[in-house]
């Protein structure tokens, strides 16, 4: 894979998660139509943050959390809300929450956190990680630097 395909798996998993991953692991519906809704809706719309849809998800099943969050990018971007931030918190609060999470948009915390995560993933690849399944890997039985731990050292060294 090398190092540019585990950067491209992080960025590419930045685009697919909020489409593939979030619903295999959460329900969402609509928030019903309200004054919620359209006080969400042009939040966003201020911040100059394209939203396709204000979401809230099942979270209950699993936790007694309250969150929101801004996820997907261009035409994927939703409002997610908890749904025990809506049984638990008035509305000014959640308007609040939510503001705050507009506010990452905003700054580009997303893009920016999807970029060092594409860094950190090819700085982090190791072409040695394999070795001890492959004996061919070290050509001249070349010796793994100390730095590396014996656990991950070519079978080689």
Do not use: K
């Not at 409002?79 to 999470?101: F, G, K, M, W």
């Not at 001249?140 to 080689?156: D, E």
């Amino acid at each position: 894979m090398g190092r540019a395909g585990a950067a491209a798996l992080v960025v590419v998993g930045s685009f697919l998660w909020p489409v593939l991953m979030e619903p295999a692991f959460n329900r969402f519906e609509p928030l019903a139509a309200g004054q919620l809704r359209t006080d969400l809706l042009e939040l966003a719309d201020e911040n100059g943050t394209p939203v396709q849809d204000v979401l809230v998800s099942d979270a209950s099943r699993r936790t007694t959390a309250l969150n929101a969050y801004v996820s997907g990018f261009g035409s994927t971007r939703r409002i997610v809300l908890y749904d025990t931030v809506l049984d638990r918190l008035p509305d000014p609060q959640i308007e609040s929450i939510v503001a705050h999470e507009l506010g990452h948009v905003a700054t580009d915390d997303v893009l920016s956190g999807t970029l060092i995560g594409a860094l950190g993933a090819g700085a982090a690849w190791r072409p040695w990680a394999g070795c001890s399944r492959r004996r061919d890997c070290c050509v001249g039985r070349a010796r793994t630097p100390r730095a590396i731990p014996a656990s991950s050292r070519c079978c080689c060294s």
